[in-house]
């Protein structure tokens, strides 16, 4: 496209860019004199309807909004097949070249942030979501000598009304989507708010995003499920803990617990930069004992703690008075009856084995955190014999990492995480005692955990709270009399490589509205269920295998879901699988073999879908559709089944395609009156007690074309007695 002379009213001086859609031009109004940026896209362009669509939305959008913080916009129109949008010219660089060059001080890019939520605030009060906020939208420029954020391309925007865009359609930048929205593709104000805490953690980070991933489906999935990644000592070393409280509110998974506008972030923003403490150089490696300044004087020592040797202090308490922002508290072998209060950024390490470095307390966890960023590592921990039941560590701010450690609980929880935001990680640690609760997560915290090991806890290894979260990796959790894990309401669960033994009272339990994802793990043995997922709760398993639980594998009610892919529910002298009052559940290439009761119970509204399954040696029936049920299979194949195959009771509905029943102890397909059954290019041969078996006064099944019956078919007539049937008509 040759550079026009004219478009609209405006003079074409050059061409700012171009893209595949159009180009900018930098052109001039010749009534006012002043010069504008001139957005095109042809009407012709490859992208088509949907292209010019997003174009007038940005125009109507950015057309009703006046405000110091947005671009302002002078004229939308049309010329020659060319729709063009005319707005204020501005010279200065985007956000995410400022955040990426690191050459502002980060209390400017904070103030830039704060402007940023005051433009949405304005845009939000007039009805407009912006649905793309991300560093690339913010341009900044100088005025006088201040630097002012104006939030620019609201061509996803959703306006109030629109008729432009449709909810429930992703539109926008993945790294920047809110949990909700991609939950539900129904944008909010505070998925706009997230969109700035992602880039408020860019802003401290220096161009980290809080959910990373190689590809978008791993980004997405780390928005769902996992806490944000944690930020670098280096990183927040001049950052004060009120802005990182901002940060974790911000980018709360539950939207209800953000901020309750971008106005209040805002404000937020602007009190926590009041209350930053000065700036400190970061240490140049992680273990030294100490560092010059420039002017010759030592920076700040380690501290050794224990009696005798290299050790400078008799306790971890006065080590702690005396410690520094990033110091590392060495700690020798022995008994610490202390308590302890950790507020700064520091490292408490055991030097040696950690069963003989312990650390007890008789009153009050053995440990308080509220620092940023700590690290615990090589110690035991426990409550003296006869103690309150504090928990053993309780953490109630920042990020705090435990290494190799041992924590032993008898009363109270052995960890307790408090506060929205706040994040426990532990590596290759073991928590171990009788105490009702191992480790409590509540209301908006997180935790981590890789490599370690839950032992003996009554009533719940692990307790999430309303909205909390957990991703837990090669972690064991086994003995004790309650359940393994508990996912509370809105909480998110994510498990990889577990093992889940001998719980008494269950493997994982997900209440309402809350998430899990299972990958290759193993839950084994309880008196009730594998999984028990309740209240409208959603699960995901893959490569998983469930067995030998008293009450079934796998129990779903009340509007819940699973979804399971090449997983094995096998030997559980309950059912296989249950599914009850409205809940779901699809399996895809799964194994359901020799359970005590039916392999798959459908019941009480319950709907099954199974693709390529195998239900085969079950102690009882290999799928049971009780009144109300529903159930589809699509190849699968049902065999060696002590009783029936399938049998569907009153009320019942199942369909059956491409299916095959062969080789059970009794009949192929059992059905009673009011069943409804169809099948569709099935076989059903070598059951030993015959094909299909209808009750007195059950309907014949409905056959489509296909089906290979090659067993008998029998019917039970008013004196109970079972009397052949002539072959059935396929339709």
């Known amino acids: 496209m040759s550079l026009p002379t004219r478009i609209g009213k405006f003079e074409i001086l050059k061409c700012l860019g171009k893209g595949a859609m159009g180009e900018v031009f930098l052109g001039k109004d010749p009534a006012l004199g002043r010069e504008v940026a001139i957005k095109t896209i042809l009407g012709s362009s490859a992208f088509g309807e949907e292209a010019q669509a997003r174009f007038e939305r940005e125009a109507k959008a950015m057309a009703v909004l006046n405000h110091p913080n947005i671009v302002m916009v002078f004229e939308f129109g ?30 400017a890019l904070l103030e830039l942030l704060a402007q940023v939520c005051d433009g949405l605030f304005y845009a939000h009060e007039h009805g407009i979501i912006h649905r793309d906020v991300k560093p690339g939208n913010v341009l900044v420029t100088h005025r006088g000598k201040k630097l002012q954020a104006k939030l620019m391309d609201f061509g996803v925007a959703l306006l109030n009304q629109s008729d432009l865009t449709q909810q429930g359609v992703w539109m926008g930048t993945a790294n920047y989507m809110a949990p909700e929205y991609l939950d539900t593709g129904k944008a909010t104000p505070s998925s706009d708010i997230f969109a700035v805490g992602v880039m408020l953690y860019e802003v401290l980070s220096g161009g980290r995003k809080p959910f990373a991933g190689e590809t978008t489906t791993m980004v997405l999935n780390a928005i769902l499920r996992k806490p944000p ?15 990182l409280k901002v940060v974790q509110k911000a980018l709360h998974k539950v939207p209800e617990n953000r901020f309750t506008s971008a106005e209040a972030l805002a404000a937020a923003l602007r009190e926590a930069m009041r209350d930053a403490p000065p700036r400190v150089e970061a240490p ?15 920076a700040r020592k380690n501290l ?37 209060v950790v507020d700064k950024d520091v490292e408490i390490l055991g030097e040696g084995d950690a069963t003989e470095i312990i650390l007890e307390s008789t009153a009050g966890p053995c440990l308080l955190l509220r620092t940023p960023g700590a690290t615990i590592q090589g110690l035991s921990l426990r409550k003296a014999a006869g103690s309150d ?28 995480v408090e506060g929205s935001g706040t994040q426990a990680s532990m590596e290759r640690c073991r928590l171990s005692g009788g105490s009702p609760v191992g480790v409590e997560v509540r209301s908006g915290a997180s935790v981590t955990a890789s490599g370690c090991s839950w032992e003996g806890f009554a009533r719940r290894g692990l307790l999430l709270g309303p909205g909390a979260s957990a991703s837990l990796s090669q972690s064991v959790f086994q003995g004790g009399e309650g359940v393994a894990i508990t996912v509370g309401s809105h909480g998110q669960a994510q498990l990889e490589d577990c093992q889940i033994e001998g719980c008494l009272g269950g493997g994982l339990e997900v209440n309402a509205e809350a998430r899990a994802g299972l990958a290759r793990c193993r839950l084994q043995g309880s008196r009730y269920a594998g999984l028990l997922v309740l209240d409208k709760g959603q699960v ?5 295998e469930i067995s030998g639980h008293e009450a079934s594998g796998i129990h779903v009610v009340k509007d819940a879901s699973v979804q399971m892919t090449r997983c094995r529910l096998h030997d559980n002298p309950g059912f296989g699988l249950s599914v009850l009052e409205r809940g779901l559940a699809t399996l895809e290439a799964c194994e359901i073999h020799q359970n005590g009761q039916a392999g798959v119970l459908i019941h009480s509204s319950g709907t ?10 079950g102690k009882s029936l290999g799928v049971v559709c009780a009144p109300k049920g529903r159930g589809v299979l699509e190849g699968c194949e049902i065999y060696g089944n002590a009783q029936s195959g399938a049998k569907v009771e ?13 080789d059970g102890q009794d009949t192929g397909l059992l059905l009673f009156e009011d069943a409804e059954v169809t099948l569709e290019q099935c076989v059903v041969h070598r059951n030993a007690r015959g094909g299909i078996l209808l009750t007195k006064d059950a309907s014949d099944p409905i056959l489509r074309k296909g089906n290979r019956i090659e067993d008998d078919l029998w019917r039970a007539n008013a004196k109970g007695e079972l009397v052949k049937v002539v072959p059935l008509k396929q339709r």
């Open 540 to 544: 995901v398993l893959e490569d998983c």
């Open 78 to 107: 049309q010329d020659e097949g060319i729709h063009y949008l005319a707005m204020e010219y501005l010279e200065g660089d985007d956000l995410e070249t400022l955040i990426r060059k690191r050459n502002l001080p980060k209390a």
């Open 608 to 617: 099954v879908q199974l693709k390529q399954c195998k239900l085969f040696d």
């Open 650 to 662: 009153p009320g019942g509905s199942l369909l059956l395609v491409q299916c095959v029943l062969r």
């Open 284 to 298: 140049q490696t992680e273990r030294i004992l100490s560092v010059p300044k420039e002017n010759g004087t030592p």
């Open 229 to 243: 990644q944690p930020l670098e000592p280096a990183e927040i070393q001049d950052v004060s803990p009120a802005l």
């Open 304 to 340: 050794v703690v224990g009696k005798g040797g290299k050790a400078n202090c008799l306790s971890l308490r006065v080590a702690l008075r005396l410690a520094e922002a990033g110091t590392q508290i060495l700690v020798q072998p022995g008994v610490y009856r202390e308590s302890l």
């Open 389 to 416: 039941p504090a928990p053993v560590i309780l953490l109630q701010s920042g990020k705090t990492t435990f290494r190799n450690c041992g924590i032993l609980s008898e009363v109270g929880p052995a960890l307790m």
